[in-house]
């Protein structure tokens, strides 16, 4: 037989899931092979190690332990709970509002609303779109003025590295305290 | 067993009595797979109490065909598992990046340092050298003697499947114990036999 083969009857022996004429076939093969031999006495210990290691019992108060914490799970679902519903109820609540105030005002003011309109909305967001056109172009010229000075590009990507730095280490003081708190 | 089914029916019906008994009945075999998987007390101590918070969360789910003894397990081993999945991408602690300032550096937990004392770290070193899934199968064949079958059912594999692994693990293992020239120690320290029957509160 291969020593591969012998290798996994050697599970199998320790767990007695040999039959007789295997068990024996095996006992031939460790005689013959000093390194199968070796590795058989060395599963065996191992197998002995295992079995001698004590069941590992938690503290005393365990129950109670378990028991505190489902209660305090609970807590806090209830808590989230009801945040949610005065979080929702209330943004509910305001919506409901602000749809009948404004179908009100539709249906009763329609006139000076549009002369609202005309007079102020369509002005300001000319306005508004003319604003985003000058950002725009302020932004493009930063951007070209950069691409045409090297040193300007470097100076820009440390602060953007400095930047992300800043954040990631801000993240991990965070978690840090997260930690501690709980 | 009887006495089991009914802590399960009576918990469901919000006895909170009834389900601390199935803590109390269950709470060893499911902190000493923690330990065994996860390698530190205090680490065993969080995931044994959130594996029994999942199992209240999910009693009404427990199927009373199955034994209940091997559905507790799972859950634990389920757990051991996520959890083992998540340390390899967890943050560091800070205190693992930043040196400790040296009143703190010396003064272990109570629970770590009852474990660091305890003799069977060599049994803790040739778990923790072995792959998470290879762990499992040895802890529930050694620690809760179980058979190829349960395991199987246990870890969601087939029997040929956790065979291979307890052979792989095995293999391991001596291989470990071989290469670190341990083979002569084991023999001379190891007493021969059956598992002691004290438990270790770790």
Redesign the interface.
């Known amino acids: 037989m291969l020593c591969s083969e012998i290798?996994?009857w050697?599970?199998?022996h320790?767990?007695g899931l040999l039959d007789q004429e295997q068990a024996a076939c095996l006992q031939a093969h460790l005689l013959a092979c000093a390194d199968c031999r070796?590795?058989w006495?060395?599963?065996c210990?191992?197998?002995?190690?295992?079995?001698?290691?004590?069941?590992?019992?938690?503290?005393?108060g365990?129950?109670l332990?378990?028991?505190r914490?489902?209660e305090q799970?609970s807590a806090r679902r209830r808590r989230v709970f009801s945040v949610l519903g005065v979080l929702f109820g209330s943004a509910g609540l305001w919506t409901a509002t602000g749809v009948a105030m404004a179908t009100l005002v539709v249906i009763l003011w329609r006139a000076p609303l549009q002369i609202l309109w005309t007079a102020a909305g369509l002005p300001l967001a000319r306005n508004m779109l003319s604003m985003a056109k000058v950002l725009l172009n302020a932004l493009y010229a930063v951007a070209s003025e950069l691409s045409r000075r090297p040193t300007a590009l470097i100076l820009f990507g440390y602060a953007i590295l400095a930047l992300g730095l800043a954040l990631l280490w801000t993240q991990?003081?965070f978690?840090?305290g997260q930690?501690i708190t709980n | 067993m009887a006495d089991e089914r009914w802590c399960v029916a009576r918990a469901l019906q919000g006895d909170?009595g009834a389900f601390?008994k199935l803590?109390?009945i269950y709470?060893?075999?499911v902190?000493?797979l923690c330990?065994?998987m996860l390698g530190s007390?205090a680490e065993?101590?969080d995931a044994?109490?959130?594996t029994?918070?999942r199992i209240?969360k999910h009693l009404a789910d427990y199927d009373a065909e199955q034994k209940l003894s091997s559905w507790v397990l799972a859950i634990a081993s389920h757990h051991c598992i996520d959890r083992l999945r998540r340390r390899r991408i967890t943050?560091l602690?800070?205190e693992d990046v930043l040196p400790l300032p040296a009143e703190t550096r010396d003064t272990a937990r109570p629970?770590e340092s009852a474990v660091e004392h305890e003799s069977?770290a060599?049994?803790r070193d040739?778990l923790q050298g072995l792959p998470a899934d290879y762990r499992l199968v040895?802890t529930l064949?050694?620690?809760q003697d179980l058979s190829?079958a349960e395991i199987a059912q246990i870890v969601g594999n087939t029997e040929s499947a956790v065979?291979s692994k307890?052979?792989r693990a095995?293999?391991m293992?001596?291989?470990q114990?071989?290469s670190q020239g341990k083979?002569e120690d084991?023999?001379c320290?190891?007493?021969?036999?059956?598992?002691?029957t004290?438990?270790?509160?770790?």
């Not at chain 1, 210990?45 to 005393?60: G, H, K, T």
């Not at chain 2, 320290?189 to 002691?196: D, Y």
């Open positions: 290798h996994e050697m599970s199998l320790a767990d070796q590795h006495e060395a599963m210990a191992v197998s002995r190690l295992l079995e001698a290691a004590p069941m590992a019992v938690p503290a005393p365990f129950a332990r378990v028991t914490r489902l799970r991990v003081v978690r840090r930690q | 909170q601390t803590v109390d709470q060893t075999p902190y000493n330990y065994r007390a065993a101590e044994a109490q959130e029994f918070v209240y943050w602690p800070l629970e069977s060599e049994v040739l040895i064949r050694y620690w190829y065979k307890l052979h095995r293999r293992m001596a291989q114990i071989l083979l084991l023999a320290q190891v007493p021969q036999g059956k598992r002691v004290d438990n270790a509160v770790l």
